[in-house]
Protein backbone atom coordinates (compact mmCIF):
# COMPACT_ATOMS: atom_id res chain seq x y z
CA UNK A 1 0.00 0.00 0.00
CA UNK A 2 1.24 3.64 -0.54
CA UNK A 3 1.38 5.83 2.23
CA UNK A 4 1.76 9.51 1.78
CA UNK A 5 2.90 10.68 5.55
CA UNK A 6 3.18 8.54 8.66
CA UNK A 7 2.76 10.84 11.78
CA UNK A 8 3.52 9.34 15.26
CA UNK A 9 1.13 11.12 17.92
CA UNK A 10 3.03 12.72 21.46
CA UNK A 11 1.34 12.74 24.84
CA UNK A 12 -2.09 14.45 23.94
CA UNK A 13 -2.51 13.49 20.47
CA UNK A 14 -4.04 10.26 20.47
CA UNK A 15 -6.23 10.35 17.13
CA UNK A 16 -6.29 12.30 14.04
CA UNK A 17 -8.78 14.69 13.66
CA UNK A 18 -10.48 14.94 10.12
CA UNK A 19 -9.13 11.72 8.78
CA UNK A 20 -11.21 10.29 6.25
CA UNK A 21 -12.11 6.67 5.16
CA UNK A 22 -10.59 5.62 8.50
CA UNK A 23 -9.31 2.05 8.64
CA UNK A 24 -7.57 0.28 12.09
CA UNK A 25 -4.50 -1.78 11.35
CA UNK A 26 -3.27 -4.29 13.85
CA UNK A 27 0.77 -5.07 12.96
CA UNK A 28 3.30 -7.32 14.48
CA UNK A 29 6.48 -7.05 13.29
CA UNK A 30 9.42 -8.87 14.20
CA UNK A 31 10.20 -6.62 16.99
CA UNK A 32 7.03 -6.91 18.57
CA UNK A 33 3.68 -4.87 18.37
CA UNK A 34 3.01 -1.20 18.15
CA UNK A 35 2.03 1.06 20.51
CA UNK A 36 -1.10 1.04 19.14
CA UNK A 37 -3.28 0.19 16.03
CA UNK A 38 -2.11 2.05 12.94
CA UNK A 39 -4.96 4.30 11.58
CA UNK A 40 -4.73 4.58 8.46
CA UNK A 41 -7.03 7.43 5.79
CA UNK A 42 -6.87 10.50 3.62
CA UNK A 43 -6.21 13.95 4.64
CA UNK A 44 -6.40 16.55 1.71
CA UNK A 45 -6.55 14.01 -0.93
CA UNK A 46 -3.15 11.88 0.94
CA UNK A 47 -2.65 8.60 2.56
CA UNK A 48 -1.75 9.24 5.96
CA UNK A 49 -0.88 6.28 8.31
CA UNK A 50 -1.72 7.49 12.32
CA UNK A 51 -0.13 5.38 15.50
CA UNK A 52 -0.30 6.72 18.99
CA UNK A 53 3.34 6.72 20.70
CA UNK A 54 2.51 6.24 23.93
CA UNK A 55 -0.77 3.89 23.16
CA UNK A 56 -4.32 5.35 22.92
CA UNK A 57 -5.02 5.76 26.57
CA UNK A 58 -1.50 7.47 27.19
CA UNK A 59 -0.37 4.04 28.96
CA UNK A 60 3.38 3.51 27.99
CA UNK A 61 5.88 5.33 29.56
CA UNK A 62 8.47 6.68 27.32
CA UNK A 63 11.30 4.28 28.56
CA UNK A 64 8.96 1.52 28.10
CA UNK A 65 7.44 2.27 24.47
CA UNK A 66 8.80 -0.31 21.49
CA UNK A 67 9.92 2.24 19.36
CA UNK A 68 11.38 -0.80 16.97
CA UNK A 69 8.18 -2.31 16.70
CA UNK A 70 6.32 1.64 15.73
CA UNK A 71 8.87 2.39 13.14
CA UNK A 72 9.19 -1.12 11.79
CA UNK A 73 5.11 -1.21 11.22
CA UNK A 74 5.23 1.99 9.43
CA UNK A 75 7.38 0.84 7.34
CA UNK A 76 6.51 -2.56 6.59
CA UNK A 77 2.58 -0.46 5.61
CA UNK A 78 4.64 1.51 2.99
CA UNK A 79 5.34 4.22 4.75
CA UNK A 80 8.67 6.54 3.81
CA UNK A 81 8.21 10.08 5.23
CA UNK A 82 7.48 10.06 8.97
CA UNK A 83 6.41 13.14 11.00
CA UNK A 84 7.15 12.63 15.21
CA UNK A 85 4.76 14.94 16.92
CA UNK A 86 6.48 15.26 20.55
CA UNK A 87 5.28 16.98 23.31
CA UNK A 88 7.94 19.14 25.29
CA UNK A 89 9.52 21.80 27.37
CA UNK A 90 11.05 24.76 26.35
CA UNK A 91 14.38 25.92 27.80
CA UNK A 92 15.01 28.69 24.94
CA UNK A 93 13.26 32.32 25.59
CA UNK A 94 11.17 31.82 22.39
CA UNK A 95 10.08 28.27 22.78
CA UNK A 96 7.45 29.03 25.69
CA UNK A 97 4.80 27.28 26.07
CA UNK A 98 1.95 26.33 23.12
CA UNK A 99 5.06 27.21 20.72
CA UNK A 100 5.49 24.98 17.83
CA UNK A 101 9.10 24.15 16.42
CA UNK A 102 10.95 22.06 13.85
CA UNK A 103 14.48 21.65 15.40
CA UNK A 104 17.50 20.51 13.48
CA UNK A 105 19.28 19.20 16.30
CA UNK A 106 19.51 16.64 19.52
CA UNK A 107 21.26 15.45 22.06
CA UNK A 108 20.48 11.77 23.70
CA UNK A 109 20.44 11.42 27.36
CA UNK A 110 18.51 8.63 27.31
CA UNK A 111 20.13 5.39 28.64
CA UNK A 112 18.52 1.45 28.18
CA UNK A 113 16.26 1.68 25.82
CA UNK A 114 16.57 -0.45 22.59
CA UNK A 115 18.17 1.88 20.17
CA UNK A 116 19.06 0.12 17.30
CA UNK A 117 17.73 -2.78 14.77
CA UNK A 118 21.30 -4.19 14.62
CA UNK A 119 20.72 -5.93 18.43
CA UNK A 120 18.86 -8.57 16.52
CA UNK A 121 21.25 -11.68 16.55
CA UNK A 122 22.70 -12.60 13.08
CA UNK A 123 21.71 -8.43 11.95
CA UNK A 124 24.33 -6.87 10.03
CA UNK A 125 25.66 -4.31 12.22
CA UNK A 126 25.12 -0.52 10.73
CA UNK A 127 26.73 2.87 11.20
CA UNK A 128 24.15 5.12 10.13
CA UNK A 129 25.47 8.67 9.57
CA UNK A 130 23.73 10.80 11.75
CA UNK A 131 24.97 13.77 11.89
CA UNK A 132 22.26 16.25 10.91
CA UNK A 133 19.22 13.52 12.60
CA UNK A 134 16.76 15.03 11.10
CA UNK A 135 15.72 14.54 7.37
CA UNK A 136 16.32 18.17 5.78
CA UNK A 137 13.79 18.23 2.76
CA UNK A 138 10.94 17.22 5.20
CA UNK A 139 11.57 19.95 7.72
CA UNK A 140 12.07 22.23 4.97
CA UNK A 141 8.61 21.03 3.82
CA UNK A 142 7.07 20.96 7.52
CA UNK A 143 7.84 24.40 7.77
CA UNK A 144 6.73 25.70 4.34
CA UNK A 145 3.35 23.63 5.64
CA UNK A 146 3.11 25.53 8.62
CA UNK A 147 3.48 28.98 6.55
CA UNK A 148 0.88 28.09 4.19
CA UNK A 149 -1.29 26.97 6.90
CA UNK A 150 -0.82 30.05 8.84
CA UNK A 151 0.83 28.25 11.62
CA UNK A 152 3.91 29.90 13.21
CA UNK A 153 6.27 27.60 13.44
CA UNK A 154 9.97 28.27 15.11
CA UNK A 155 12.99 26.79 12.68
CA UNK A 156 15.40 25.27 14.43
CA UNK A 157 16.89 24.28 17.66
CA UNK A 158 18.16 21.12 19.52
CA UNK A 159 16.32 18.75 21.23
CA UNK A 160 17.20 17.48 24.34
CA UNK A 161 16.17 13.75 24.89
CA UNK A 162 15.69 12.89 28.50
CA UNK A 163 14.75 9.59 29.93
CA UNK A 164 11.60 10.09 31.89
CA UNK A 165 8.82 9.57 32.77
CA UNK A 166 9.61 11.98 35.79
CA UNK A 167 10.21 15.55 34.76
CA UNK A 168 13.83 17.28 34.94
CA UNK A 169 15.23 18.94 38.08
CA UNK A 170 16.45 22.44 37.68
CA UNK A 171 19.75 21.45 37.45
CA UNK A 172 19.43 18.49 34.93
CA UNK A 173 17.85 21.43 32.88
CA UNK A 174 20.51 23.76 33.52
CA UNK A 175 23.03 21.27 32.36
CA UNK A 176 20.95 21.27 28.98
CA UNK A 177 21.06 24.64 28.63
CA UNK A 178 24.67 24.08 28.82
CA UNK A 179 25.12 21.69 26.15
CA UNK A 180 23.18 23.95 23.96
CA UNK A 181 19.59 21.96 24.04
CA UNK A 182 16.65 24.43 23.29
CA UNK A 183 13.69 21.83 24.19
CA UNK A 184 13.57 19.23 26.45
CA UNK A 185 11.27 15.69 25.81
CA UNK A 186 11.06 12.33 26.72
CA UNK A 187 10.73 10.39 23.32
CA UNK A 188 12.46 11.99 20.50
CA UNK A 189 15.55 9.17 20.92
CA UNK A 190 15.83 6.44 19.92
CA UNK A 191 12.93 7.32 17.09
CA UNK A 192 14.95 9.64 15.08
CA UNK A 193 17.80 7.24 14.83
CA UNK A 194 15.39 3.92 14.46
CA UNK A 195 14.04 6.24 11.60
CA UNK A 196 17.58 6.84 9.91
CA UNK A 197 18.70 3.16 9.73
CA UNK A 198 15.51 2.04 8.25
CA UNK A 199 16.18 5.05 5.60
CA UNK A 200 12.93 6.84 6.34
CA UNK A 201 12.53 10.47 5.84
CA UNK A 202 11.90 11.71 9.62
CA UNK A 203 11.15 15.32 11.02
CA UNK A 204 9.87 16.08 14.81
CA UNK A 205 7.47 18.78 15.17
CA UNK A 206 7.67 19.76 18.59
CA UNK A 207 5.10 21.16 20.52
CA UNK A 208 5.90 23.15 23.81
CA UNK A 209 4.12 21.94 26.79
CA UNK A 210 5.72 23.75 29.88
CA UNK A 211 8.64 25.96 30.73
CA UNK A 212 10.91 23.43 31.40
CA UNK A 213 12.54 23.44 35.29
CA UNK A 214 13.57 26.88 36.47
CA UNK A 215 12.93 28.26 32.93
CA UNK A 216 10.60 31.25 31.59
CA UNK A 217 9.81 34.46 32.88
CA UNK A 218 8.84 33.15 36.59
CA UNK A 219 11.66 30.64 37.08
CA UNK A 220 10.52 29.78 40.58
CA UNK A 221 7.37 28.38 39.65
CA UNK A 222 6.62 24.90 39.73
CA UNK A 223 5.32 22.97 37.02
CA UNK A 224 1.35 22.68 36.69
CA UNK A 225 0.15 19.30 34.98
CA UNK A 226 -3.07 20.86 34.34
CA UNK A 227 -1.18 23.43 32.65
CA UNK A 228 0.45 21.18 30.64
CA UNK A 229 -2.90 19.56 29.18
CA UNK A 230 -4.51 23.01 28.55
CA UNK A 231 -1.19 24.37 26.96
CA UNK A 232 -1.05 20.82 24.89
CA UNK A 233 -4.54 21.00 24.20
CA UNK A 234 -4.25 24.77 22.35
CA UNK A 235 -1.07 23.71 20.12
CA UNK A 236 -1.84 20.49 19.30
CA UNK A 237 -4.96 21.89 17.28
CA UNK A 238 -2.69 23.52 14.79
CA UNK A 239 -1.72 20.27 14.55
CA UNK A 240 -3.61 19.10 11.68
CA UNK A 241 -3.40 21.91 9.59
CA UNK A 242 0.09 22.08 9.30
CA UNK A 243 -0.50 18.28 7.97
CA UNK A 244 -3.43 18.95 5.63
CA UNK A 245 -0.90 21.01 3.62
CA UNK A 246 1.97 19.42 3.42
CA UNK A 247 0.24 17.03 1.94
CA UNK A 248 -1.84 19.56 -0.29
CA UNK A 249 1.60 21.12 -0.82
Known amino acids: MSIDLAVIGGTGVYAFPGLQQADRRTVTTRWGAPSSAIVTGTVAGGSVAFLARHGEGHTIAPHRIN ?49 SFCDAEGEPVLHAEFGEPYSATLRRSLLDAAQRAGVAVVAGGCYGATQGPRLETRAEIERLRRDG ?51 LAAATGQVPRIIAALLDG
Open 67 to 115: YRANLAALHELGARRVVGVNAVGGIRNDMGPRVLAVPDQLIDYTWGRAS
Open 181 to 231: CDLVGMTGMPEAALARELDLDYACLAVVANWAAGCGPEPGTAISLDEIHAH
